[in-house]
Nanobody
Framework: QVQLVESGGGLVQTGGSLRLSCAFS????????MGWFRQAPGKEQEFVAA????????YYVDSVKGRFTISRDNAKNTVYLQMNTLQPEDTAIYYC?????????????????WGQGTQVTVSS
């Protein structure tokens, strides 16, 4: 059974940076595309970024383009989300997810496995 464990969240000031990691186990990591989603208090879940199974194709929501970078290390079974120039509106619980579809996936319904989430709080 695939398991995903996020880490790297925390409290940071506006303009700061954080790097989220998501460790994948229980399957063949290189056959899954990966994504990051977030959910702020009182809001619906939002797609943030996605990467295909080999790491050559990336996709971002407009609000994070130029600030966030998704990457993966298939040798380490880990996907990352580097978040720079953080803003208070980035405050949310961040979830990583794995999809058996190898191309970039945006819809949460196409993701089969989800992590437990990690809290990111950006203070103003």
């Amino acid at each position: 059974q695939v398991q995903l464990v996020e880490s790297g969240g925390g409290l940071v000031q506006t303009g700061g940076s954080l790097r989220l990691s998501c460790a994948f186990s229980g399957g063949v990591f290189s056959t899954y595309s990966m994504g990051w989603f977030r959910q702020a208090p009182g809001k619906e879940q939002e797609f943030v970024a996605a990467i295909n199974s080999h790491g050559g194709s990336l996709y971002y929501v407009d609000s994070v383009k130029g600030r966030f970078t998704i990457s993966r290390d298939n040798a380490k079974n880990t996907v990352y989300l580097q978040m720079n120039t953080l803003q208070p509106e980035d405050t949310a619980i961040y979830y990583c997810a794995a999809s058996p579809i190898r191309t970039v996936v945006i819809s949460p319904y196409d993701y089969r496995y989800w992590g437990q989430g990690t809290q990111v709080t950006v203070s103003s």
